[in-house]
């Protein structure tokens, strides 16, 4: 995820650099200048409560009345949907969502996609706030 993080914040492709132009512009005024530790604390609450809903209820919920598969592939479609800043933002969430559910599957343990889904947030949000802070002196 880190990677494909890195890779967002340096292509040139058009589609890329407008969602993170989107999510600069949207999220950057509400950011901005935030001490560390509060986006860190931000970053794990989101990473708690989206995997103990997405992977810990959704997830076993509808393994319950599917196989694994479909479950995993479900609850990344409405992962997705549930992060629609854009079409783009949603389908990439929705790919976050399959790894972020495939760790639950493999490991059997909730915590490990909780750490993965808190440290891409963290590393997110400090992305953002330096290219929030860039943006604004370019204004």
Known sequence: MLLGLWW????????????????????GPL?????????????LLAGVAEEILFRGVIQVGMARAFSPAPALLLTSVIFGLAHFASPAYAILAGVVGIYLGALFLLQGNLLVPIVAHALYDFMALMALDSRYGRYQRDQ
């Open 8 to 27: 967002m914040l340096r292509t040139r492709w058009d589609p890329a650099r407008r969602l993170v132009s989107l999510v600069t512009e949207q999220l």
């Open 31 to 43: 950011l901005a200048g935030r001490p560390t530790i509060q986006l860190a604390l931000l970053a």
